[in-house]
């Protein structure tokens, strides 16, 4: 059982019935960019682990391409909660986007389809040669009798986690589900705690609260019990809204440890929109750790107390010490929640924004340049446009309309996509800089895989170009 690199046939076949798009239902993120790079991802229907894995299916039908769809990073992560993505639901997401293609193929273009193709397939090899080089080391350590239980499983798991920094978190539950599968019988309950609960939090860094929610529940039915496994129970049940389970787990876990982070931060999920809710009554050992300040701000982001949680975002990013990729999507997930509210046309077209509303924009170009700056000379500046594009609009809502441009000609730049143009294209409509709006439109309008409502857009601002220029007989 293995995940072997797909064929150059293969790969040409999926692209063919790409579209040069994201399958993921509505997106239109692109998997080539116009400089010839690959900026997705592939992804397998039915695994070699985990609930999409399917016993019967052999190692050439795996890497076939009714077994394989294209997203977006994004979107594979999504996708990666086995829970709400289901087999048959991912069959039929393929089905219907690749059925948009099948009479309107997209080629890759000649002049780097080849290295594109060679570059896929090497990447996935040296992956893979990756993981089998962590498998064959962890069935090394598992042929060492003498060595103990304990050590045995901090050794495979500090192999696992040299995956993890790299950002590989999902190569990471699957090598930990095939560690379960292999040694649930032989490791003690402490262990099977562990293994557990570094599963959960795995899922927690993919951001998959339901999977991680699922698995901490699993672990009141082994007999281990510590003020770890305690706490990480009060967190689950708090964010399962079993409000019983959390009370009870909470009162445990404080009994062993007033200031444990984990539960208290299940509290601050439970009790923290109830009008009586202080911060001040936490232990003040907790104010300066970096999680339990992120749900604070979290916290009064959603009641509305927009200053205090930027004020308790910053205090959480200053204590945290992340990877670059990590800490630059924090910051811009912060930067989009602040304008999320704001993109009003009435408000922009009015200037309508109160002073609080003011200091949101501001604060959220800060979190968007610091979120840019962490990955701009990076690989990552590709997959991460949309940051910059988000950081135009802001630049936009503040009235900055020369800096809007410059990063919306940047985000185009990087992406191509049609979120990208359509806010380019509109700002060269406001500016009246008409040559460059009708360039960028008909340059569009050439391109084979537009939705019919993209088409219709284009239309629609093309005939506004001509009236604006007054060359009414062209409409």
């Given at each position: ?54 016993p019967n299916q052999t ?47 997209y080629k890759l273009p ?181 999680e339990v300040l992120f ?181």
């Open positions: 059982m293995a995940r072997l690199t797909p064929t150059k046939t293969v790969i040409r076949e999926l692209f063919a019935l790409s579209g040069n798009r994201c399958a993921f239902p509505d997106c239109t993120h692109p998997l080539i960019d116009e400089r010839g790079n690959f900026i997705a991802e592939l992804c397998h229907i039915e695994g070699v682990k985990g609930e999409r894995f399917n190692d050439e039908d795996r890497r076939s391409v009714g077994n394989l769809v294209l997203f977006c990073h994004p979107h594979h992560i999504v996708t990666d909660n086995e829970s709400e993505y289901s087999v048959d639901r991912l069959k039929m997401i393929k089905k219907e986007h690749e059925n948009k293609f099948r009479d309107n193929n000649p002049q780097y389809a080849e290295q594109i193709l060679e570059n896929l397939t090497a990447t996935s090899a040296r992956m893979e040669g990756k993981i089998d080089e962590l498998r064959e080391k962890m069935e090394e350590l598992l042929a060492k009798p003498i060595i103990g239980e304990e050590k045995l499983y901090i050794q495979q798991l500090e192999l696992i986690k040299g995956l993890k920094k790299q950002g590989k978190h999902q190569t990471v539950i699957e090598l930990l589900l095939d560690y379960k599968e292999k040694n649930w019988d032989k490791i003690t309950p402490e262990i099977r705690f562990k293994l557990i609960a570094n599963i959960a939090i795995t899922y927690f860094d993919l951001y998959n609260k339901a999977e991680a929610v699922r698995y901490i529940k699993k672990i009141k039915d082994i007999p281990f019990e510590n003020e770890e496994s305690l706490a990480l129970q009060t967190l689950g049940y708090a964010l399962a809204k079993d409000y019983p389970a959390f009370e009870e787990y909470f009162q445990k876990t404080v009994a062993r440890n007033p200031e444990n982070a984990n539960a208290w931060i299940g509290y601050i999920v439970v009790h923290g929109e109830e009008e009586d809710f202080n911060e001040e009554s936490l232990p003040s050992s907790l104010l300066v750790i970096p749900n604070l701000g979290e916290l009064f982001f959603g009641t509305g107390n927009r200053k205090k949680a930027v004020e308790y975002f910053r205090k959480s990013l200053s204590l945290q010490k992340m990877a670059a990729e990590k800490d630059s999507d924090v910051r811009s997930i912060i930067a989009s929640r602040l304008i999320s509210e704001l993109t009003d046309p009435f408000k922009y077209v009015h200037n309508e924004y109160t002073d609080e509303q003011k200091q949101d924009l501001k604060e959220a170009i800060i979190f968007f340049s610091e979120s840019w700056d962490l990955i701009k000379d990076t690989e990552l500046a590709r997959s991460r446009y949309y940051t910059i594009l988000n950081r135009g609009v802001a630049y936009k809502l503040t009235r900055q309309i020369d800096l809007a441009l410059a990063d919306f000609q940047k985000a185009y730049e990087l992406s191509g996509d049609f979120i990208s143009f359509k806010n380019l294209s509109v700002l060269y409509l406001e500016r009246e800089d008409y040559p460059k709006a009708e360039a960028l439109i008909v340059a569009q309008l050439r391109k084979t895989d537009l939705k019919e409502t993209e088409r219709y857009d284009l239309s629609e601002m093309n005939a506004r170009i001509l009236f604006k220029q007054g060359r009414i007989q062209e409409l």
